[in-house]
């Protein structure tokens, strides 16, 4: 397991660099392309979009032919081709036509990675401890994206950042290719497995909508953040550390998951606790803080993001069947993404004239999602208690939270 464990954590640290570029430094380079705001908004969007469809279409693919590895490097390798043209493109349109290309292989990765995690560590003890540190890398990388990227943007013109986004996306695919070597466990412990079905569709339809409206509340600060922060003269290396503290709080929190949740029913109530860090996050953005309050508020990013990503991925894997695994992250990764789809563009075109005022709406999409996520909690509370030490699971294999 070693050997496995260190490869799926370059592969999060690599994927995650890339993003760590992406989101931060993307939206300069667009502006740097003579791009408006509602056209960035619509650029920033379109991959968002592209996602509800890819990510579901690639999930049930890698279900169905239990080739999620092999579907892993294939989308890897076409975010390699698609970033290379996209250094010669210019224009709105191609632009646009391009960031769509290579969202459509973009888009499954993370969805795919966590499936792959999941299921290599499938009747393991402690596995929510385990995928914590082991995503942890991602987060490292993400971080490291912000601050070597934010640096170097100091030194080096604008257009260098597509150089960087072909550089990590290449060592994104090399880290895919040393996953794909890893052996599975096998899939269908039990002959009626393929079978199944979702026992309680209510909950696993709750926890999506309501995890995806916190993650996409993240849409202003992933698109419009360091516009602002630029417009306020701050340095490039002053916002890949603003960065980089909302990340360092996130591997605090990925390092720590598995001693403080316990049980599905701890699961629900940490998403809970997500979707109001969120509504109160935005909130105090909305207000346009000074850099002291700024920096504070960066570091709830451990509650608002990585509470919701680790929370949501585990429920799911206890809500649906092992054979669902796949297409259940693909769901989640889609409908969060149609939801910042339209957060993104609607800040777009209301940035201008709002300016952090925008950040009022996330908070409005943030609380509909804590709302949601009341009654999942509420029933695995009651449905679901806390498992007794040692005692397994024998109705649904997937690793008990705990």
């Given at each position: 397991m070693k050997g496995a464990t260190g490869r799926l954590?370059?592969?999060?640290?690599?994927?995650?660099?890339?993003?760590?570029?992406?989101?931060?430094?993307?939206?300069?380079?667009?502006?740097?392309?003579?791009?408006?705001d509602d056209a960035i908004g619509i650029v920033l969007a379109a991959p968002l979009l592209t996602r509800i469809i890819a990510n579901p279409v690639v999930g049930a693919l890698a279900d169905r032919s239990l080739r999620m590895t092999l579907a892993l490097v294939a989308c890897a390798a076409a975010v390699v081709v698609g970033t290379g043209f996209l250094a010669f493109a210019a224009g709105f349109l191609p632009i646009l036509l391009l960031v769509i290309a290579i969202?459509?292989?973009?888009?499954?990765?993370?969805?795919?990675?966590?499936?792959?995690?999941?299921?290599?560590?499938?009747?393991?003890?402690?596995?929510?401890?385990?995928?914590?540190?082991?995503?942890?890398?991602?987060?490292?990388?993400?971080?490291?994206?912000?601050?070597?990227?934010?640096?170097?943007?100091?030194?080096?013109?604008?257009?260098?950042?597509?150089?960087?986004?072909?550089?990590?996306a290449l060592a994104t695919t090399l880290a895919a290719m040393a996953v794909a070597t890893i052996r599975l466990p096998e899939r269908s412990a039990a002959p009626d497995e393929a079978a199944r079905t979702v026992e309680r569709p209510y909950l696993l339809i709750?926890?999506?909508?309501?995890?995806?409206?916190?993650?996409?509340?993240?849409?202003?600060?992933?698109?419009?953040?360091?516009?602002?922060?630029?417009?306020?003269?701050i340095s490039g290396g002053t916002m890949g550390s603003l960065w980089a503290a909302g990340i360092a709080s996130e591997i605090t929190f990925f390092s720590l998951l598995g001693y403080v949740v316990r049980g599905s029913a701890g699961a629900g109530a940490l998403l809970v606790v997500s979707g109001a860090a969120a509504t109160l996050r935005w909130a105090g953005m909305a207000l346009d803080?000074?850099?002291?309050?700024?920096?504070?508020?960066?570091?709830?990013?451990?509650?608002?993001?990585?509470a919701t990503h680790l929370g949501s991925i585990f429920l799911l894997a206890r809500l649906a069947p092992r054979s669902m695994l796949a297409r259940a992250q693909a769901w989640l990764a889609a409908g969060w993404a149609g939801v910042m789809a339209a957060l993104t563009t609607l800040a777009g075109y209301l940035y201008g004239s709002w300016g952090e005022h925008v950040y009022g709406l996330m908070a409005i999409a943030s609380g509909a999602g804590f709302l949601l996520l009341i009654p999942v909690a509420a029933n695995l509370r009651r449905e679901d208690p806390a498992p007794q030490p040692g005692v397994p699971d024998a109705q649904h294999p997937v690793p008990k939270l705990g």
């Open positions: 954590s370059f592969l999060y640290a690599a994927l995650f660099f890339e993003l760590g570029v992406n989101l931060p430094f993307f939206p300069l380079w667009l502006r740097a392309q003579s791009l408006g969202a459509l292989a973009q888009g499954p990765l993370i969805a795919l990675t966590d499936a792959v995690t999941l299921r290599s560590l499938d009747g393991l003890r402690s596995a929510e401890l385990r995928y914590g540190r082991i995503r942890l890398w991602g987060s490292a990388g993400f971080a490291l994206a912000n601050l070597s990227a934010g640096w170097m943007l100091d030194w080096l013109p604008i257009s260098s950042i597509i150089g960087m986004l072909l550089l990590s709750l926890t999506i909508a309501g995890a995806a409206l916190v993650q996409a509340s993240h849409a202003a600060v992933y698109g419009f953040s360091t516009l602002h922060w630029q417009s306020l003269g803080p000074d850099i002291a309050f700024v920096i504070l508020l960066q570091l709830t990013h451990g509650l608002t993001f990585g």
